[in-house]
Each structure stands twice: as structure tokens, then as C-alpha cells.
């Protein structure tokens, strides 16, 4: 079992930046790979970005290409999503995700066997 809880988000103009994390307890943080996904009002969870058991390898979503960076710090247990240059677009709330194994894709939320409850991100134009 693995919980996680994400915080850092909030209230910023278009354009701004905010650091997302995601603190997990429970079973060994470094066995999973880990990913951050949105859900907007009436839209789909979507994929964000992902990031391996090691942080050799990250994963994102055109969307969100140079202007998010996911990482993580194993000896902290947390994993990272600065989010920087945000659009009004990019308001949803995000969720972080532990994953054992990449069974498909990363992003895939189906593979994905914990879930956070979610930090809210609204981005005013």
C-alpha cells in the first residue's frame, strides 16, 4: 500500500509558476515509477508527465513540453512537478500516481495502482 498526498497548488495569473509535490508513505517510494495527471471540469483525467523508479527517464505530454519538469528525490519520497508559463488551459486539479511497472505506457492511467487526491491549479487570464 502506498498513499500519497499532493499540495502546491493554487491561484496564479497566466504565465506563472508553481511547484507541485507529491509525499508518499507506505511501501519503498523508489519501486515505483511515478506520474502526474489533470482532470478539468467535464474533461477527461489526462496524462501530464511521468517519471521512472530512477529519474533517468521522464515522460510528457506535448502539452506540457518545455514549460513542465517532473523529478523526484527517493531519499525524500516526493516526487516534483514544477509547472512553469501557465495557461488558463492548464487549470484542473492534478493528481500524482504511483505506477509498479510501466505496463504499457506511462501514460496510461489504468496501470497506475495508487492515486492522491488531488491539488487544485487555477490559472486567472
Known amino acids: 500500500q502506498v498513499q500519497l498526498v499532493e499540495s502546491g497548488g493554487g491561484l496564479v495569473q497566466t504565465g506563472g509558476s508553481l511547484r507541485l509535490s507529491c509525499a508518499a508513505s507506505?511501501?519503498?517510494?523508489?519501486?515505483?515509477?511515478m506520474g502526474w495527471f489533470r482532470q478539468a471540469p467535464g474533461k477527461w483525467r489526462e496524462f501530464v508527465s511521468a517519471i521512472t523508479k530512477s529519474g533517468r527517464s521522464t515522460y510528457y505530454a506535448d502539452s506540457v513540453k518545455g514549460r513542465f519538469t517532473i523529478s523526484r528525490d527517493n531519499a525524500k519520497n516526493t516526487v516534483f512537478l514544477q509547472v512553469n508559463s501557465l495557461k488558463p488551459k492548464d487549470a484542473a486539479v492534478y493528481y500524482c500516481a504511483a505506477d509498479p511497472r510501466f505496463t504499457t505506457t506511462p501514460a496510461n492511467s489504468a496501470d497506475y495502482d495508487y492515486w492522491g487526491q488531488g491539488t487544485q491549479v487555477t490559472v486567472s487570464s
Open positions: 507506505g511501501r519503498t517510494f523508489s519501486s515505483y515509477n
